[in-house]
């Protein structure tokens, strides 16, 4: 019969054997495991070459920089567009944030691009730095324009020139009026009349001036502001002179000379009120921006076909 010592022994050797076989097995069904996964080993899996990983990890890199150069590019013309329309401090600093990073997304680009060898591509790199370069140009030019009177030539030129002529005609008219009445009698009642008719159609004119240049276009220009409603008022002048004294003469002559001017300035007013350039922000965003940015999206779109 064994002792109790050896009858230990023997039984913590038995538990040690069993104990190790456990961790063997559990070791086998670990390894069909990840044999049956599939997954390489760690170091097969590995490049063997530095190189091989980067030309393997390029396209990749190209896409992200290609997608954060279109996003950059719309959100800057959303911001300009939104600036445009609204004249809000909100979209101007979205517009600068987004056109400093078109510039960004663009060196990026630029600096990915030392690893290229097709001439084509790289053409087409020059010409994207020089249209992102005069996009940029031409959206601070049009973000320069909000909030100053370079926005609307025609509205400034009503406003520097034809409606302070206006007011002056109708000061003059005022002053024909006071020398005549000074020494007038019921006789000079039609003398005068046609003056104090033109003060007050003078007056209605450049209220309807306002209105019209300042609102809505669809009505519209007065028909008094017309070629021939002021020629038919020059007419009328001529016609009034006659029996206007002397010392008043020079005045009406000037008077003359403001409505004829104020004619030919219409003119041009008018015309820029009917057509694109009226706001011309809004019309250099569509003829300047919105091209030069789809010439932008075309070369965007040809390397994205590449990859």
Not at 130 to 139: G, Y
Request: glycine share 8%; hydrophobic share 45%; aromatic share 8%.
């Amino acid at each position: 019969m064994f002792s109790w010592s050896r009858r230990r022994r023997m039984a913590w050797l038995a538990f040690s054997l069993a104990l190790m076989g456990g961790v063997f097995g559990l070791l086998v069904v670990y390894d069909e495991q990840r044999s049956g996964s599939g997954a390489p080993p760690r170091d097969a899996a590995a490049p063997a070459d530095g190189a091989v990983r980067g030309v393997e990890a390029a396209p990749a890199d190209f896409e992200t920089l290609l997608a954060n150069f279109s996003a950059s590019r719309e959100a800057s013309l959303v911001g300009l567009r939104g600036y445009i329309l609204t004249e809000g401090e909100g979209f101007r600093t979205e517009w600068r944030e987004a056109a400093a990073k078109l510039k960004s997304d663009a060196d990026a680009i630029e600096r990915h691009s030392v690893s290229w060898t097709d001439g084509l591509r790289l053409v087409q790199l020059a010409e994207m730095k020089r249209l992102v370069e005069r996009l940029l140009a031409e959206q601070r030019a049009i973000a320069g324009m909000i909030g100053t009177v370079n926005r609307y030539p025609g509205l400034q030129l009503f406003n520097e020139d034809v409606r302070p002529g206006l007011d002056e005609a109708q000061r003059i008219c005022a002053e024909v009026l006071d020398v005549m009445l000074a020494n007038s009698s019921p006789e000079d009642a039609g003398a005068i009349d046609p003056f104090a008719k033109l003060r007050g159609d003078l007056d209605d004119l450049r209220l309807s001036l306002v209105k019209f240049t300042t609102g809505s276009s669809e009505a519209g220009p007065p028909a008094a502001a017309s070629r021939a409603g002021l020629s038919a008022m020059l007419t009328a002048i001529d016609d009034a002179r006659k029996a206007a004294p002397a010392s008043v003469q020079p005045k009406i002559d000037r008077l003359v000379f403001l409505i004829r001017t104020a004619r030919e300035n219409l003119e041009r007013v008018f015309a820029l009120r009917a057509g694109q350039r009226w706001d011309y922000a809004d019309y250099a965003f569509k003829t300047r921006i919105v091209p030069l940015a789809g010439e932008l999206q075309a070369i965007a779109a040809s390397w994205e076909g590449e990859n």
